[in-house]
């Protein structure tokens, strides 16, 4: 049920907002967002989601003299991992249960709206109890609950307009989450939905952003009988996973939106056989209808988590000395993608980190090269396989900078022993994860789990590349000062040479970084804003030493020039 003021009360409070509040975003301001820098209004900072800005007033030349000029504690000791958005000076960013209004050059907070669940809701989140930001579209602030709901709120007031439930069986009772930014893309908000771990059949769906009317539902896999359900072996179809849990990208030129789709469910391949269609695959589909348009898909019949989630990154590069716009995904199975934006080809597949379950990629085909590691797997085989569970790089996003033509990953190495035992009947809400396989980490050095590389997109060749200790969970933002942003898990934000690797800048924030930086400008000078907070199924799971003593808490902070 639609709850709240009527339409026309909310075209009243859009029109009369004052100074320091957001006036109300239409689809053209949301189609121009990579072009003007003082405000953020597109989850990857412009729906090609390259997390570039044209700003250069912060450059490599001057990083060193960044200095904080206001944190705020949000209270909140659950991992922070949102994309905050700015509008007319005001940044708005979420956490799990609440949203949160700042005065983006004092830090003073506005409003803060809490959202409550009942206590089932946070059993059934697999990874990490998180939500990664809100979408802003004419006068609203709009985010997804954990609980299926959606809800629009006023971005002056904080005042709830609309709020409604996802349909059809769809709850928290039965698998179902959201921890995604909402995407609005010609005029249609598109969500999609987490829940692989608990054996959901995923989907995608679209409501309307101006009173949150539910519009159409597309189910990642296949019912029985349609295209693609012969990749299912028996009924596993119906609790096969394809979760679409981390927002997608838009391209208006070709009025398609590109989502990545994750893990088949089980883990346990063995009672699943085929290439389990479309799950571990970036789709193309219209964003009014979700009619699809084309799909690729990285992992079939996938034994070891490899969720194709990340955030396509739409661009205009050269493939063979020709200009050609394309879409780029850094996998989490270690294959960097690059495909046509119009129709999907594969352009290039090449690893970017180290990868043992496949020797490359068949261009004509488009299929991994699996070797005896992953035919043992299948085989439920003890096996070493890199990359692990984490995957080369995880739900983390990259960034793209197109005078360079370079991508900015934050890159896993660990490894780990995989063994499969024969597959159990799995039941829609049973967990289906961790507990339906065998598995160790294997690391070569405690010391190096991570990297942050700036990599050729069609080679996957590394320019680059700088060792952590633990793997960074953030985001990386580049500049065209040439400089990279990123987080660092033990609670360091860092300015690096987008040219070299070197580190220009690095202030220590009172836990871990997770978030996803943003840069902005105010009055003539240029900021930089993120979140930090620990959490997150590595932090939470994977037992790495170098996190025992890092503090959680979730905290927002902006930084500028001296």
């Known amino acids: 049920m639609i709850k709240g003021r009527p339409a026309q009360l909310l075209a009243a409070a859009v029109m009369t907002f004052g100074s320091g509040v957001a006036f109300a975003q239409s689809d053209a301001d949301l189609l121009k967002d990579h072009t003007t820098p003082g405000d953020v209004l597109v989850y990857g900072m412009g729906y090609n989601a390259q997390r570039y800005s044209p700003l250069n007033r912060i450059n490599k030349g001057n990083a060193a003299n960044l200095t904080a000029k206001w944190g705020l504690a949000l209270t909140d000791n659950r991992g922070a991992e949102a994309f905050p958005v700015v509008k007319d000076g005001v940044i708005y960013t979420t956490i799990h249960n609440a949203t949160i209004a700042i005065d983006a050059i004092t830090g003073r907070q506005i409003w803060r709206v809490n959202h409550d669940y009942p206590p ?39 005042k709830e307009v609309w709020k409604v439930t996802s349909p059809d069986g769809a709850t928290a009772a039965n698998g179902f989450s959201y921890t995604a930014a909402p995407l609005i893309a010609n005029g249609v908000l598109i969500m999609g939905v987490a829940g692989a771990e608990y054996g959901i059949r995923g989907f995608i769906e679209g409501f309307d952003p101006k009173t949150g009317k539910h519009l159409w539902r597309k189910h990642t896999i296949p019912a029985k009988g349609e295209k693609g359900s012969e990749t299912w072996a028996g009924e596993s179809a119906t609790v096969g996973g394809g979760s ?18 994750g893990n088949p469910s089980p883990w346990n391949p063995r009672g699943r056989k085929g290439d389990n269609l479309h799950t571990n695959s970036i789709i193309a589909f219209r964003p009014k209808t979700g009619e699809p348009v084309w799909y690729y898909q990285t992992t079939p019949e996938d034994p070891f988590d490899y969720d194709a989630v990340q955030t396509p990154v739409i661009a205009t590069i050269l493939v063979q000395g020709k200009p050609r716009k394309v879409v780029m995904q850094a996998n989490r199975n270690g294959f960097l993608y690059v495909l046509d934006a119009k129709d999907g080809k594969l352009l290039a597949a090449n690893t970017y980190g ?33 990359p692990s569970v984490t995957g080369v790089t995880n739900w983390q996003h990259m960034a793209y900078h197109p005078g360079k033509n370079l991508l900015y990953i934050n890159t896993i190495h660990i490894g780990m022993t995989y063994e499969a035992p024969e597959a159990k009947l799995l039941k829609p809400g049973q967990p289906s994860g961790p507990g339906s396989v065998k598995r160790t980490t294997v690391t070569e050095d405690p010391n190096v789990r991570g990297f942050l590389k700036a990599v050729d997109p069609m080679t996957g060749k590394e320019r680059w590349s700088k060792p952590y200790q633990s793997p960074n969970w953030s985001s990386t933002l580049v500049t065209a000062g040439n400089v990279v942003f990123t987080g660092v898990m033990t609670g360091e934000f860092q300015a690096l040479d987008a040219d070299s690797g070197k580190l220009l800048w690095s202030f220590r924030t009172p836990s871990g970084i997770l978030g996803q930086p943003i840069t902005w400008e105010k009055d003539g000078k240029q900021y930089v804003t993120v979140m930090s907070g620990i959490g997150g199924v590595y932090a939470l799971r994977a037992g790495d030493p170098n996190l025992a003593n890092v503090p959680a808490g979730a905290s927002l902070w902006t930084f500028g020039l001296r």
């Open 120 to 158: 089932e809701v946070l059993r059934v989140v697999c990874c990490g109890i998180v939500n990664r930001g809100a979408a802003i579209y004419e006068g609203l602030i709009i985010r997804a609950l954990l609980d299926m709901t959606i809800v629009a709120l006023d971005a002056k007031t904080g």
């Open 244 to 261: 679409s849990w981390v927002t997608g990208s838009y391209d208006p030129e070709n009025d398609l939106v590109y989502w990545g789709i």
């Open 354 to 386: 180290r990868v043992n379950w496949a020797d490359g990629v068949d261009l004509a085909t488009g299929r991994p090269k699996v070797n005896d590691v992953f035919r043992g797997a299948l085989e439920g085989k003890n096996v070493t396989v890199w």
